[in-house]
């Protein structure tokens, strides 16, 4: 009954905010500047001696001007983003960059309109605050095992394809400007070379926006990403080169060397010095056990740092931020909670999401706002050579690599990795700050937005169509299966083995050595606890119980049955000449105690939400009580149960025991609730009423297989022992430090 | 070449140039040395001599491996069972399967080599040559393949084992009754399982460029 409702306000939703946002925008920079007049007038009358009257409601928008503009313009970018998905045709045809390049222009045109000054994407504001974080996210995230495989790929194309498509851009427009006439000769060999530079290099912004939407397999993601971000030393190196240099005059080969050794002082002194921060990241996650909620700080933090040390050096920001979160990564989430996890990685996700709205953004405004020098034969002769230069370098460059692959590119990828080339919002920064004594800039700064908006709408727009035209292989969106895991891992040691009865030493030996090396000496240092010497098939056993179990939880909560396509479970594999039933395999104590805690605490809270009511109402209702206490052990069983049938976790351990009985009591009777979940405490149950009750039916869970009830006895008291033990050293997913529960936050 | 000049002598003509793992004649070379060089200039080899590579120590499932090629399943003649003792023409056969792909092949040749690679990885797991592979023999594939890392515990591969022939049932089986049992995986349910795996781009290594003068006694 409410959905026709929703649909019809949601209808009506995105262009009515729209057009509240941009009314509330016009207003305020209306406001703002009227108030910027308005304010000297009344200082001298304030001096004159005439009392006023009590301001009971004052008008004081220049204090908090700055951080509400900001705010507003946050808000007036995430309300379109929300807009453009509610309405599902649109962003079908249509990447959402083009949208929100289109939102600025919008918007910069109404700013214009009203003769407002328009906030431009200036260099520091977006190298700074807007591109660190997607960096930041691109490189936590990065699938590591492509991007070594394909490393040797991805580097020919970052510094030899970014470096032709400097120089033929470069070069060829130089020459065409000397063909054309007085018009442009004025623009010098430097200065082409300069622009060919900031114009010719990938954009990881705007490939990821694009390249997000069309779900491509991962090899062809990987090369076209892992170029975009590795080609920011090349383009850091030719810019500060040809910018130094065009104020000089020439170049002498001297130079050309010293460009060649500043490359990879950049580079590599980049990658080192994020390194150096992972590692600082990852020892210091090792001591947070105490204080989880600042986890998710620290790495946002070191990340930061790394990125700013870099640029303090001019070394390679962009570099120096992939490698602190590749190196970090592992070890940070070896030792860090489940919640912090949670947090960083949803964290990292909104601020990226966020900073990739707001630059396409302020693209458009700065578009609109922005000097113009509109020169026809410039512009279209700058599209021309984009597009021709990166096809040539594709095509050659793939010839020459393929000689070295195993895994050759086929001429389908070659036609997406050269369409997929685009330029975005770090070329028209780099264009922005050209120094303004070069007189050429106007018409640079056009062509390079006719360029990004080529790329961008034109093909971010047609990609789409033409990936499903030429059927080009799709991600495969497969869950974890600890299958694959385990093959992987046999594949790897298996060919590393035959790699050494070969005798050969090849890229598999070499892996393995780094992670022997690995597990030996670096994990010791960097993990805290018994997880340093946890071998990675374990680790990724226990997160997929976890997954499970979490998804049992939520899915409990729905009370809705978890939509399995199979019902099997342990029982068909298990031999039948077992007869005692499962001897009890568990994963290792206390990762079970974690996962029994996961779900007990779900209905810990259940159970408390249940009763809250009647926890502080000292009138316990007896019949209200044990509607809900039924429901309590009916959906409790019902939780065991489906742990039993999905996880390997076996779930037939009794901690209550079953008999439980309910009564009329005297009305001044408050049931205490024995709080469960402290260190020392049993589960959870409620002290009993008085022996005169009338017992409720012994629920025990179906156990699997057939169990003895002297077995279930031993079991039950050896289990109570060990859980005594194990309550000290505590889940690390569940230290979850509310105020009431500090208890539970040990190690 | 010597390569040749055994082969020649030794009559072995399976290798059929038309087929997908041919191995060029350089590649023999190579191998032959490196045959020569672990067999100590004998004909044939013994386990001992693979026991012998010092860098083999380290691996987990070593013993797996090695086993692989005493294997009489791996010698593409369909004979069962192991023997003491192989010979290059065997040597050469086994290392075969872990031949890189060619750039232009046909669906039906990817899945011929796709079934191929599988069909030696499912030799090694499925020990006692019954066709499938049983629970047992899938935790022992497990518990050696955790079996170089210190302070674990048995039961951890055991549920590990349990999960992941958990994940097969359900891919191959679908729905089973509660009394109903798994026997063991198939080759076939193998071949679904890892049908995403894409085993023929990544079961290669490269014989190009290789260096015989290792260290192996």
């Not at chain 1, 007049?37 to 009392?51: F, R, W």
């Not at chain 1, 851009?169 to 623009?187: D, R, S, T, W, Y």
């Not at chain 1, 210091?284 to 870099?310: D, N």
């Not at chain 2, 793992?21 to 001992?48: A, C, D, W």
């Amino acid at each position: 009954m409410c959905e026709p409702r929703a649909a019809r306000r949601s209808a009506a939703g995105p262009p009515l905010t729209g057009f509240v946002c941009v009314l509330l925008l016009v207003c305020v920079s209306v406001a703002s500047a009227s108030l910027d007049t308005a304010e000297d007038p009344h200082h001298p009358t304030n001096s004159t001696g005439l009392k006023k009257a009590f301001p009971v409601l004052a008008l004081n928008y220049d204090y908090v001007r700055k951080p509400f503009e900001i705010a507003l313009w946050i808000l007036l970018a995430l309300l379109m983003k929300l807009g453009f998905h509610i309405i599902p045709r649109v962003s079908n045809v249509v990447p959402e960059s083009c949208l929100l390049i289109g939102v600025g222009l919008l918007v910069g045109g109404i700013i214009r309109a009203i003769r407002e000054e328009a906030p431009v994407l200036n260099t520091e504001l977006f190298f700074l605050y807007l591109l660190p974080p997607i960096i930041l996210d691109a490189g936590y995230f990065l699938p590591i095992r492509a991007f070594t495989e394909n490393m040797g790929t991805i580097l020919v194309f970052a510094v030899v394809g970014t470096l032709w498509n400097a120089f033929f851009i470069g070069g060829m427009i130089f020459g065409v400007c000397q063909i054309e006439g007085a018009q442009l000769a004025g623009v010098d060999l430097l200065s082409c070379l300069l622009f060919g530079t900031i114009v010719s290099a990938v954009d990881p912004v705007a490939v990821l926006a694009v390249f997000e939407e069309i779900h491509i397999n991962e090899l062809l993601y990987i090369l076209v990403f892992g170029e975009s971000l590795l080609n920011d030393a090349v383009t850091v190196v030719l810019y500060h080169l040809f910018e130094e240099f065009s104020h000089a005059g020439t170049v002498t080969v001297a130079d050309a060397f010293l460009g060649i050794a500043c490359f990879f002082v950049v580079s590599l002194g980049g990658i080192m010095v994020g390194a150096i921060y992972g590692l600082l990241g990852a020892f210091t996650s090792r001591f947070t056990s105490h204080t989880r909620v600042i986890e998710p700080l620290f790495v946002f933090l070191y990340s930061y740092m790394a990125y700013l040390s870099a640029e303090v050096f001019h070394l390679s920001g962009i570099m120096s931020l992939i490698a602190c979160g590749v190196t970090m990564r592992p070890y940070v989430e070896a030792n860090v909670s489940h919640k912090s996890y949670t947090t960083i990685k949803y964290f990292m996700k909104m601020w990226s999401s966020v900073s990739e709205t707001l630059i396409f953004i302020f693209l458009g405004v700065s578009t609109v706002a922005g000097p113009h020098a509109w020169n026809w034969t410039f512009v279209i002769l700058t599209v021309v050579l984009c597009l021709v230069s990166r096809v040539l370098g594709v095509i050659g460059l793939t010839y020459i690599i393929n000689k070295f692959r195993i895994v050759k590119l086929t001429k389908k990828d070659q036609f997406i990795m050269a369409y997929g080339g685009l330029r975005g919002a770090i070329a028209f920064s780099l264009g922005f700050l050209l120094t303004d004594d070069n007189e050429m800039k106007s018409m640079f700064l056009t062509a390079i937005i006719t360029v990004i908006f080529f790329t961008v709408i034109v093909q971010g727009m047609t990609i789409r169509p033409l990936v499903e035209l030429l059927a080009v292989k799709r991600k495969n969106e497969s869950k974890g299966s600890i299958n694959e895991e385990i093959h992987t891992q046999f594949l790897d040691h298996l060919l590393t083995g035959i790699e050494d009865v070969c005798g050969h030493y090849g890229h598999h030996h070499w892996k393995d050595k780094l992670n022997r090396f690995n597990k030996t000496y670096v994990k010791r240092w960097l993990i805290a606890g018994e997880r340093s010497t946890e071998p990675q098939l374990i680790s990724f056993y226990n997160k997929m119980e976890m997954k499970q179990a979490m998804m049992l939880v939520e899915s409990g909560s729905a009370a809705r049955p978890p939509t399995h396509a199979s019902s099997v479970s342990m029982q068909n594999i298990q031999p039948r000449e077992s007869a005692r039933g499962r001897a009890i395999p568990s994963i290792s104590k206390s990762r079970e105690q974690e996962i029994r805690k996961v779900l007990r605490g779900h209905l810990q809270n259940t159970r408390q939400r249940l009763r809250s009511y009647s926890r502080h109402d000292l009138l316990v209702d007896p019949f209200e009580d044990h509607v809900s206490e039924v429901r309590f052990r009916k959906q409790r069983v019902e939780m065991e149960r489906r742990m039993s049938h999905y996880l390997t976790v076996p779930a037939n351990r009794q901690e209550t025991p079953a008999v439980r009985k309910v009564c009329f009591e005297p009305e001044h009777r408050v049931y205490t609730y024995d709080d469960g979940e402290s260190p020392r405490g049993r589960a959870a149950q409620p002290r009993p009423g008085p022996a005169d009750g009338v017992s409720l039916v012994s629920e025990s869970p179906p156990g699997l297989g057939a169990r003895g009830p002297d077995q279930e006895q031993e079991v039950q008291e050896e289990k109570e022992e060990q859980e005594e033990q194990d309550q000290l050293k505590l889940s690390r997913c569940l230290s979850d430090p509310g105020p009431n529960h500090n208890k539970e936050e040990e190690e | 070449m010597e390569a040749l000049h055994y082969l020649c002598t030794h009559k072995i003509v399976t290798i059929d140039s038309s087929s997908l793992f041919s191995v060029s004649f350089e590649q023999i070379g190579i191998l032959h040395n490196r045959f020569k060089q672990l067999s100590h200039n004998e004909e044939t080899l013994l386990r001992e001599n693979f026991s012998k590579i010092p860098d083999l120590e380290c691996n987990p499932i070593r013993s797996q491996i090695i086993e692989a090629f005493f294997d009489r399943r791996n010698f593409r003649q369909n004979g069962e069972g192991t023997v003491e003792e192989i010979g290059f023409e065997e040597f050469l056969v086994t290392m075969s399967h872990f031949r890189p792909p060619t750039l232009n092949m046909s669906e039906h040749q990817r899945e011929g080599v796709r079934r191929d690679k599988l069909r030696f990885l499912f030799n090694m797991h499925d020990t006692d040559n019954d066709g499938t592979i049983t629970l047992e023999e899938y935790r022992h594939v497990v518990e050696e393949l955790l079996s170089l890392s210190e302070a674990m515990e048995k039961d951890t591969a055991k549920s590990i084992a349990d999960a992941a022939m958990l994940e097969v049932a359900s891919i191959s089986m679908g729905h089973m009754e509660p009394d109903e049992f798994y026997e063991g995986i198939t080759f076939e349910h193998f071949l679904k399982l890892l049908n995403g795996f894409e085993i023929e781009s990544r079961m290669y290594v490269r014989f190009l460029n290789m260096d015989t003068t290792t260290l192996c006694k």
